[in-house]
C-alpha cells in the first residue's frame, strides 16, 4: 500500500526555520519523482518544490526560491524540506507526493497519492 506522511510542522516564528518530514512506504522514493505541495485556507493547492528521481535537478517555485530546499534521504525512504526566512504567506497544509511517469513535477494532476499533510503556521 502506498503510503506518504507528512510531520515536523508546528508554530514558528517570521524569519525562522522548520524542516518538513515525508516518511513513504509502499514505494522506493529513489525511483519516483518527489514533490511538495501546499494548500493555505480558502486557496488551491500550489506546488513548492520537486526533486527527479535522478536526484539531479530540484525544482522549486519562484516564492520560496532560496528559502526552501527539498532534499531526498534514499536509504531511510524519506523526503525532507527545509524552509528557512519563513514568511507570513507561507502557511498551510504541505503535503508530500510521489509522481512515477515522467511528466511535469509542477501539476498536481499529475500526481496521485498524497498524505494527510502537515500544518505550519507562522505567527508575524
Known amino acids: 500500500q502506498v503510503q506518504q506522511l507528512e510531520f515536523g510542522g508546528r508554530l514558528v516564528q517570521a524569519g525562522g526555520s522548520l524542516r518538513l518530514s515525508c516518511a513513504a512506504s509502499?514505494?522506493?522514493?529513489?525511483?519516483?519523482?518527489m514533490a511538495w505541495f501546499r494548500q493555505a485556507p480558502g486557496k488551491e493547492r500550489e506546488f513548492v518544490a520537486a526533486i527527479s528521481r535522478s536526484r539531479d535537478k530540484a525544482y522549486s517555485e519562484n516564492f520560496v526560491q532560496g528559502r526552501f530546499t527539498i532534499a531526498a534521504d534514499d536509504d531511510q525512504n524519506m523526503v525532507y524540506l527545509q524552509m528557512n526566512s519563513l514568511k507570513p504567506e507561507d502557511p498551510g497544509i504541505y503535503y508530500c507526493?510521489?509522481?512515477?511517469?515522467?511528466?511535469?513535477?509542477?501539476?498536481?494532476?499529475?500526481?496521485?497519492?498524497w498524505g494527510p499533510g502537515t500544518q505550519v503556521t507562522v505567527s508575524s
Open positions: 509502499g514505494f522506493t522514493v529513489s525511483l519516483v519523482d
Open positions: 507526493t510521489e509522481k512515477r511517469d515522467y511528466t511535469s513535477v509542477f501539476t498536481e494532476i499529475n500526481y496521485v497519492y
